[in-house]
Every structure is written in structure tokens, then in C-alpha cells.
């Protein structure tokens, strides 16, 4: 999560200690002071939504407005913070959050929230609109505007539910529970799969092949090949939703700001049952070191990498993908070009060939970057491993010399230009968008061409063809000792990258902010996915830019809210007759 959620929870949190810590209409006495040792419930939450604390998300908030250069909003927070009692009774260093059971297929919610001394939590409850009923020494009653809450008392924490049934069970500590969450991130949410009961697993996919089959069916006017493919990657997808409620342990999503480095990071993380196919697949995601992996390290504005081994769904499924993919080019031409449409068959299908093979081998590696700068233009320049590269070199040659007339092409030249022993082709289209040409700063080609193993192209204006050359050198050196590549990664410094992306008058206008806070630096964005024992991580870098850009949200939000507020207490005041004051 990003931070841009801390406004919400500093406007809710005086209303959440209001209406979870309304504990009591009657003597004033302090909740058990020590821990509880019960052990967890037969039927642990499916789901946990936790911050590890109010206190280290206020520390979040601080350092997101200290990096924006607006440290006194702090104060300006604590004086909300002050307005709301300060949430005295709430403990402000321990877990916050909301657990999920389930009831079949019925989620049943129940927050939980850290108390303290009961006199101050009534105090600041007074401050909210609610009326709390006693319904035993443990179990209240709280009528508010939306409705009724009901509190139960257990150890440290009052735990708050909208019917009482959901009360009805023994709950595990939440400080125990939510130990790992809060160890590694200042917010969380955190699926039990393991914890799913089978009859709710089965019925929970029984509803889902249901839905399904249904979107799985081809639609009116759905080109055959377009519906091959979307039903491949349907069917590996539902696979996929298949082995991860039956073979699933643990689905984890967590944001945390790191002080030391000034940065925010954000991971998803998902763990198969040890021993399962889940497992397997997730944890063999890294193969062999990527083929490109000497070009990672250039700074460029973008890089995107994938060095990922495929298990046997997943070969399967990108195999039909590429045959769906083949039969609708192939239509198309029929339709558009029938002149060159039986002549082109061979080719096309040699070039389908060897995709298929390099799907079949398991082993999907490539590279994506966009390289340069507003002054040296910028070019998209790629590569992509291949089984068999020259196989796939002459049958693209037969496929460029069959379109040199395509009407919609002002250029398709043939061997170009040659670099490294690879023969380079150059296509040109006849209508180019004005905001491509600003994009690349001129009218863009495509180079494509096939050698050393991979294929290679680029998009650029003048600067496309070295950039091109330039990937192919850097590709064949030799790579440092040391160096590895993960399944995933992706790199883009958007300092740089909000030149390319917002390229049009209106696009800057709209992206000024972002544009002004990236260009001051620290401004990278760093993806990674990486396979753990019996499962896979992604993480997420933010620099600190992010954390100044959400700042910037959070102290808009926060101003706007006070600006309002005494906007309100100017017109009361000014309704308010001079003598109602005597």
C-alpha cells in the first residue's frame, strides 16, 4: 500500500477509537495488563489487515512531509490528533486491524484495536456521536449514526463486530498473530489459504469454473484467433486460481517506508503448500542468468527483463497463445492483402515455428529499454532469445520482401543495415501519430532483425539504429563476475522517463507535479521478482521522490480538510447570537 492512505486513517482514527473503545457505561476500571498465553483458535482468521502500529505510521507520515520539504505539517497533524483527545485509551504502539472469518462463503469481519485505561477512552469517546450500552462485564453496545457495533473485552484489545454472533469465538492475540506482518511492514494484508475449509474451497471454485465457462465462450463477432488466445491465457489463468485455494499457504501484501534510505517498498508474496506443484513452479521461477544481463546496469530512463522458466502449463499455454496468435495474422491477410496471403504462409509459419520452439524449451528471456534523453532522442530497443535464430532470420527476410507494398507502409527495406553479422530490416509507417514523432523527436522507424541468437529490434527516429547497435555490443561482453538477474525486473528512473511518457502539451500540464518532483533525482522505481523457498516475492523500490510526490496528495488533502473545518467554525460562530455567550 501506498502512503497516500495515512490521510484516511488519521481522519478515521479519532472515529475508530470512539467507536471500538466505547467500552463501558459503567465504573471506570483499567483492562488485564498482561498478555494473553491462550492458545490460537481452531479457526483462525482466513484474512488479516493489520498496521503494525499508530505510532510507526505516524513515523511514515513524518518522514514522507520531511522529504517534501513540509515538516510543520507534523504539528499540523498532532493538532488534529489533539482535537480527537490525542486517542487517549487507544495503545498507539500495538497492531490495529481487521480480521476475516469465514462462514462458508460469507465473510465475517471483525476489527480489533489495543486499549489501555477505559476512564480515557470514554473521554474520548465523548467526543463522537455514540451511545454504548453495557450487555455483560465483557460485551458493549455501541448505537451510532451508521448503526450498532458490538465490543468484546479480551485481554489488551477490545475486538469489534457488526453482529454479535460474530463475537462468539476465542480469538487469538493480535499482537501474536500480526508478529511477522509488523516485523517486516508498517501495513499488511495477509491471506490464510491453508486456513480455508475444504468444503469452502470447493465451493468457492465451483462458483469460479462456473463464471468461467461462461466468459470462456467465444463471443458475437469474435475474430477465431483473437478468441484462441484469450481462451489459452483464460484457461491458465483459472489453472492458476485452481492450484493456488487448493495447493496455496500463505498470500501476503505489505507496504513500509524505511527511514535509513528514505524509501517506500511494497512486496507481494505468495507460498505454496511445501511438497505441492504450487510450490514447485513458484520456487524453479529463476533459471539460467538472462542473455542480457550485461545490459542492466546502463542507467537508461527504462529497462524491463524477464529470464523466466515456464513450467509445463505454462509452456503449453504460450504455445497455444502463439497458434492463435498465427491463425488470426493469417486471416488478416487474407481478408486485407489476399494478393500476397497464400505466399506468405510459409514464412509466416517458419517464423511460428521457432517461437514455438523457444516456448517449448521453457526459457522466456528478453529485454525491453528505453535509452536516451530529450537531447539525444529517444529510441525503444529490445531483444528476445530464440531457439533458432537463423531459421527465423531467412524466413523474415521472405516476410519483408512480401510487404515492400503494403499502401500502409512508406518504407520496408530490406538488409538495411548490418551490424554484428545481423541482417537489419527498416519499416516506416505512412501515418504517424504527432505525438509519436514528438515522442522520439522525428518520424520513428522499426528496425527488426535476427542474429547471435536473438531477435533484436528498435523504435526510434535518428537515434534508433545506434541505440540498436549499441544494445548489441553491450549484449555481447562479457558479463562481470558476480552478476545475476532475477525471473523479473524492471527499472525505470522517471526522471528521465516523464519525458518520453508525457510527450504532448496536455500530458505535461496534467503530469506537473510529478514532473517537477522526479526531476530533482532520487526518483527510481526498482521491480523484482524472485522465487523463495516453496514460493515467490515480488518487491517494489520507491526512492524517495514517491514518498515526496504522495506527501504532496496527503498535504493537499490535509489542508483542504482544515481549510474547510474553520471555514465551518467561522459560519457557526458568526450564527451563534452574542448574548448565547453570557
Not at 521472405?398 to 530490406?414: C, D, H, I, S, Y
Amino acid at each position: 500500500m501506498k502512503p497516500t492512505i495515512l490521510p484516511t486513517v488519521l481522519r478515521s482514527g479519532a472515529l475508530l477509537g470512539c467507536l471500538l473503545a466505547c467500552l463501558v457505561s459503567g465504573p471506570l476500571r483499567p483492562l488485564a495488563a498482561q498478555e494473553t498465553t491462550d492458545p490460537l483458535p481452531s479457526d483462525p482468521p482466513v484474512m488479516v489487515l493489520s498496521a503494525a502500529s499508530f505510532e510507526r505510521l505516524l513515523a511514515g507520515l513524518d518522514l514522507a512531509f520531511d522529504s517534501a520539504g513540509r515538516p510543520e505539517m507534523s504539528d499540523t497533524v498532532g493538532g488534529m490528533l489533539g482535537r480527537a483527545n490525542d486517542l487517549k485509551g487507544l495503545n498507539r504502539d500495538r497492531p490495529v486491524g481487521l480480521m476475516i472469518f469465514l462462514n462458508g462463503l460469507v465473510p465475517d469481519p471483525v476489527g480489533f484495536v489495543p486499549v489501555t485505561q477505559i476512564d480515557d477512552l470514554i473521554k474520548t469517546v465523548e467526543l463522537g456521536p455514540v451511545k454504548p450500552t453495557k450487555i455483560s462485564d465483557t460485551r458493549y453496545e455501541i448505537a451510532g449514526p451508521r448503526g450498532k457495533l458490538y465490543i468484546e473485552l479480551a485481554g489488551n484489545y477490545a475486538f469489534a463486530a457488526a453482529s454479535e454472533t460474530a463475537l462468539e469465538r476465542q480469538f487469538p492475540d493480535p499482537t501474536r498473530l500480526t508478529a511477522k506482518l509488523a516485523n517486516s511492514y508498517d501495513i499488511a494484508f495477509s491471506v490464510n489459504l491453508r486456513s480455508i475449509p475444504k468444503s469452502s474451497r470447493q465451493l468457492f471454485l465451483g462458483v469460479i469454473r462456473s463464471r468461467a465457462d461462461a466468459d470462456l465462450q467465444r463471443r458475437d463477432n469474435e475474430p477465431e484467433g483473437a478468441y484462441d488466445v484469450r481462451r489459452a491465457a483464460g484457461e491458465n489463468n483459472l489453472r492458476f486460481v485452481e492450484e493456488l485455494v487448493t495447493q496455496g499457504d500463505e498470500l501476503t501484501f505489505g507496504w513500509t517506508v524505511a527511514a535509513a534510505n528514505r524509501q517506500g517498498v511494497f512486496e507481494i508474496a505468495l507460498q505454496g503448500t511445501p511438497g505441492s506443484e504450487l510450490a514447485a513452479s513458484l520456487s524453479e521461477l529463476a533459471g539460467k542468468r538472462s542473455h542480457f544481463a550485461g545490459s542492466l546496469a546502463n542507467g537508461s530512463p527504462l529497462t524491463f527483463n524477464v529470464s523466466w522458466n515456464l513450467d509445463k502449463s505454462g509452456r503449453k499455454t504460450l504455445v497455444k497463445m502463439l497458434e492463435g496468435i498465427q491463425k488470426q495474422m493469417g486471416l488478416d491477410l487474407a481478408r486485407t492483402q489476399p494478393e500476397i496471403a497464400t505466399t506468405s504462409k510459409t514464412p509466416l509459419e517458419d517464423l511460428f515455428r521457432v517461437f514455438t520452439q523457444t516456448a517449448t524449451a521453457g526459457h522466456v528471456d528478453g529485454l525491453v529499454q528505453v535509452v536516451g534523453d530529450p537531447s539525444t532522442q529517444f529510441a525503444l530497443v529490445g531483444g528476445f532469445k530464440l531457439a533458432d535464430a537463423t531459421a527465423f532470420s531467412s524466413a523474415l527476410a521472405q516476410m519483408v520482401t512480401q510487404v515492400e507494398k503494403n499502401p500502409g507502409l512508406a518504407a520496408a527495406q530490406l538488409n538495411s543495415a548490418v551490424h554484428r553479422g545481423t541482417a537489419l530490416h527498416r519499416f516506416e509507417g505512412k501515418s504517424i501519430p504527432d505525438e509519436e514523432v514528438s515522442r522520439y523527436g522525428g518520424r520513428p522507424s522499426v528496425y527488426v532483425g535476427s542474429g547471435e541468437g536473438v531477435l533484436w529490434f528498435s523504435v526510434g527516429a535518428d537515434n534508433g539504429l545506434p541505440a540498436l547497435k549499441r544494445l548489441m555490443d553491450d549484449t555481447a561482453k562479457p558479463v562481470p563476475a558476480g552478476v545475476t538477474t532475477a525471473p523479473l525486473t524492471f527499472v525505470a528512473n522517471f526522471g528521465q522517463l516523464m519525458d518520453f511518457l508525457a510527450v504532448t502539451e496536455q500530458g505535461r500540464k496534467n503530469a506537473s507535479t510529478a514532473i517537477n518532483i522526479f526531476k530533482q533525482g532520487n526518483d527510481a522505481l526498482r521491480v523484482e521478482v524472485r522465487p523463495v523457498e516453496n514460493g515467490a516475492r515480488l518487491r517494489a523500490e520507491f526512492n524517495e521522490a514517491f514518498l515526496k510526490l504522495a506527501a504532496t496528495g496527503i498535504i493537499s488533502g490535509i489542508e483542504d480538510g482544515e481549510r474547510r473545518r474553520a471555514e465551518r467554525e467561522q459560519r457557526q460562530k458568526a450564527q451563534t447570537p452574542p448574548d448565547a455567550t453570557n
